[in-house]
């Protein structure tokens, strides 16, 4: 079984340029997490999706970030413009369904570097 | 608010010695726990989970970790370690009444002595 794909999977872009990521997540998972993982410290939650629709989008930058799930498959990650303290790994995770003991799926992640 | 406090941000044991890593949890209502594992450049992966069932739950590798409601704490455990052990270990905890996205510590670095 195929995992989590996310690319690309390094990106350097100056300050106030645009960046976008891509997740492809397990085949028929329904739930779809973002996670921005800082050097030194542990992922913290941006967004959660069921399906095409958000669940849960209180920890996201939404004056620089945003995020999509067309067709309740892929989703994309945008921030513009980017800050220096954007640097670190966005995660993309997937679980098979909503639910606090469903096991959720990491990919290897986007790192990302702001200069 | 939930939380989750990893005490230890580096840990090193010898090969063959018992691995402990410490997690403390603080939420006013019944946790769900994790431990992931993190090798370089690689994402996250599942050791084990507690979901109020056993207290004492085995993972895969042979790590293990014991829910101690008393002591808020989900501490991991392995009898004998091994060099391939070496990676950052996180915490996670997830609760009722929360979204389900998970709350994770600022990890532990586990190193393997030969």
């Known amino acids: ?115 | 608010a939930q939380s989750v406090t990893q005490l230890g941000s580096h840990v090193s044991v010898s090969e063959g010695a018992l691995v402990l890593l410490r997690c403390n949890y603080s939420s006013s209502v019944p946790p769900y726990l994790f431990w992931y594992v993190q090798y370089p450049n690689q994402g996250l992966q599942l050791l084990l989970k507690y979901t109020s069932a056993a207290t004492l739950v085995k993972g895969i590798n042979g790590f293990e970790a014991e829910f101690k409601k008393s002591e808020t704490s989900f501490h991991l455990t392995k009898p004998s370690a091994h060099m391939s052990d070496a990676a950052e270990y996180f915490c996670a905890v997830s609760v009722q009444g929360g979204a389900d996205g998970l709350t994770f510590g600022k990890g532990t670095h586990l190193i393997i002595q030969p």
Request: net charge positive; glycine share 8%.
């Open chain 1, 1 to 115: 079984e195929a995992g989590v794909a996310q690319s690309p999977r390094y990106k350097i872009i100056e300050k106030r340029q645009s960046v976008a990521f891509w997740c492809n997540p397990i085949s028929g998972h329904a739930t779809l997490y973002w996670y921005q993982q800082i050097l030194g410290q542990g992922p913290k939650l941006l967004i959660q999706f069921q399906n095409n629709g958000v669940v849960d989008d209180s920890q996201l930058p939404k004056d620089r970030f945003s995020a999509e799930r067309l067709k309740g498959v892929d989703s994309t990650l945008k921030i513009q413009p980017a800050k220096l303290e954007d640097s670190a790994v966005y995660l993309c995770a997937s679980s098979l369904d909503r639910g606090l003991a469903e096991t959720q799926y990491f990919g290897p992640g986007t790192r990302l570097l702001v200069l």
